[in-house]
């Protein structure tokens, strides 16, 4: 499986623990809450769920709004499918939330694990917070190292692009800078407060109101697409 494939399959079904959904409402939350998954088509979804359903993870159930039921007869067209988490589909997502390996702050993986921050544990958000930072890091003391052996050679414009970058990994570094001083702050808190150990904290307040997994600011558009 591609880390793609990956990504989307860890996304569709942290939105499902959310709520059932049919495929066009799984599509618009792919592409309004998690931008990375904005260029996207239901050529690429609807072979995820044929995965997810095989795995066990899925099961079908026939759409049973008052649309639906109604859409169905006068259209000719069957009502939509909804997508459901089964036990194991919930139990393999919770093991995908807890890895905080590299694959989980890597480029292509660490906007989607970040959307999801909201149902992850804080020793968990933590870990792959603090493994981000320590890659860009990383990369950042790359970057100035090959531009100061370069400098000379290039011409302002390659040397302004060369900056830009460097200054946008800056600018990651110091918010993950601050989304980690706000979860230690968040569970020395909790720690006082109580007098024990730090609480898992699963809310948006843990990372100083950030929204939660799965919030659309933008208002529904009409569905007029079925499965």
């Known amino acids: 499986m591609s880390r793609r494939s990956g990504i989307l399959e860890f996304a569709v079904l942290g939105l499902l623990r959310e709520s059932p959904m049919h495929g066009y409402e799984l599509r618009k939350r792919l592409n309004t809450s998690l931008g990375v998954f904005r260029a996207f088509s239901y050529g690429t979804l609807y072979p995820c769920l044929k995965t997810?359903?095989?795995?066990?993870?899925?099961?079908?159930?026939?759409g049973n709004t008052s649309e639906d039921a109604l859409a169905a007869p006068l259209t000719g067209r069957r009502a939509k499918i909804v997508y459901r988490l089964t036990a194991e589909g919930k139990e393999h997502f919770e093991q995908l939330l807890s890895q905080t390996g590299p694959d989980a702050y890597e480029d292509e993986t660490f906007a989607a694990r970040f959307a999801f921050f909201g149902q992850t544990s804080r020793d968990v958000r933590m870990r792959v917070l603090e493994g981000r930072r320590s890659r860009l890091e990383e990369r950042l003391e790359k970057m100035r190292a090959s531009l100061a052996r370069t400098r000379e050679r290039l011409d302002d414009y390659t040397l302004e692009l060369q900056r830009h970058?460097?200054?946008?990994?800056?600018?990651?570094?110091?918010?993950l800078n601050e989304l980690?001083?706000?979860?230690r702050a968040g569970r020395d808190l909790k720690?006082?407060?109580?007098?024990?150990?730090?609480?898992?904290?699963?809310?948006?307040?843990?990372?100083?109101?950030?929204?939660?997994?799965?919030?659309?600011?933008?208002?529904?558009?009409?569905?007029?697409?079925?499965t």
Request: hydrophobic share 25%.
């Open 52 to 62: 997810l359903l095989a795995n066990g993870w899925l099961i079908e159930e026939p």
């Open 165 to 175: 970058g460097m200054e946008s990994v800056e600018r990651e570094v110091r918010w």
């Open 180 to 183: 980690i001083e706000s979860e």
């Open 191 to 226: 720690g006082s407060a109580t007098g024990g150990p730090a609480q898992q904290d699963t809310t948006s307040g843990a990372t100083g109101g950030l929204p939660r997994a799965g919030d659309d600011p933008r208002p529904d558009t009409p569905d007029d697409t079925a």
